[in-house]
């Protein structure tokens, strides 16, 4: 069974001859009529009783008849979801976003996002994932982008990018990439309880609990540079997203090295609460953003077995 059959009867239904449905489908008489025949012998029924003058459709085939209407009408919507995307938007959008990536996502998209938009009043929240989570729930926010998967059923995710995972510091490792075992036993600094990208680094580097190693020292770090300047003055190592060792001067990325395939990513989604009243704009702002990040980040050049997503929890 396919479309054109499901045309081929759409016709014939409507103009009861055989001739003139052929010619309104520009085929043969012959064509069409066998194409019909093997259909009906496909679904076990006569859809057209050809014993009247003009063809009459059979009680089955009035069924078969309004669901291909149907079938074919979901058909030709396809083409629209393309052309139904705005060209622009407009009016308010309150957008939540977490630190780790506001940091070096904003300034690459923002303004991009704000000269193409000129009637879009857009309202940024730096918090935290709970709290974009809550804020949805309460429509406080309109939409988030964070780590994801989120596990919440209620929340609608719309996938980004996959951004790789560096290492700053861990000197001592004369290699070019480095492996996660390598990191078990290392000195590790973290992001203070709260950060989702704490949690990740965790779970790369091996991690049960916080450890600095730092005697009568205790630190919780609430941003990249602060890790980087106490791997600086203490030794160890951390872990940085690769949009913000793009940003990085070139003394720090010397000291930054890549991990060996699989490499760990992370997954930076579009959140949304359920039921999203907002898909158009969800569907705008990703493809903008996936236009203006993915081509920067070295995922782009891997298939999907060279990654390891690190989950949030």
Not at 77 to 98: F, N, V
Not at 119 to 144: A, P
Not at 193 to 211: I, M, P, S, W
Not at 212 to 229: P, Q, R, Y
Request: glycine share 4%; with cysteine.
């Amino acid at each position: 069974m396919n479309f054109q059959q499901l045309e081929y009867i759409l016709a014939l239904d409507e103009h009861k001859q055989f001739s003139e449905a052929a010619f309104s489908c520009n085929v043969t008489q012959a064509t069409l009529s066998a194409m019909i025949i093997k259909m009906e012998k496909e679904i076990g029924f006569q859809i057209f009783d050809r014993t009247t003058k003009p063809v009459t459709t059979t009680e089955l085939g009035q069924a078969v008849v309004s669901k291909a209407r149907e079938i074919l009408s979901v058909k030709r919507s396809i083409p629209e979801l393309g052309r139904s995307m705005p060209q622009a938007l407009s009016g308010k959008l309150i957008l939540g976003i977490i630190p780790t990536v506001a940091n070096s996502l904003l300034s690459r998209i923002l303004p991009v996002l704000l000269e193409r938009n000129p009637n879009l009043r857009l309202e940024v929240k730096e918090i935290t994932t709970e709290e974009i989570m809550r804020q949805l729930k309460r429509g406080t926010i309109d939409l988030g982008i964070a780590a994801t998967p989120l596990e919440d059923e209620n929340i609608q995710e719309e996938i980004l990018y996959y951004e790789p995972m560096l290492v700053y510091g861990a000197d001592s490792m004369n290699k070019k990439y480095i492996l996660t075992d390598d990191l078990l036993h290392e000195k590790t600094w973290l992001l203070e309880e709260g950060h989702c990208f704490r949690e990740q680094v965790a779970t790369v580097c091996g991690l049960q609990k916080k450890e600095t190693d730092v005697e009568n020292l205790a630190f919780e770090g609430n941003s990249f540079e602060t890790l980087l300047s106490m791997v600086d003055a203490f030794g160890g190592h951390t872990l940085v997203p690769e949009l913000y060792f793009l940003d990085m001067d070139e003394k720090m990325k010397l000291r930054t090295k890549r991990f060996r395939k699989p490499i760990p990513v992370r997954e930076i989604s579009i959140v949304s609460y359920a039921p999203a009243h907002r898909n158009l704009t969800v569907r705008y702002l990703a493809e903008l953003i996936r236009n203006q990040i993915q081509p920067l980040l070295s995922t782009d050049h891997y298939s999907n077995k060279d990654l390891r997503m690190v989950g949030i929890h």
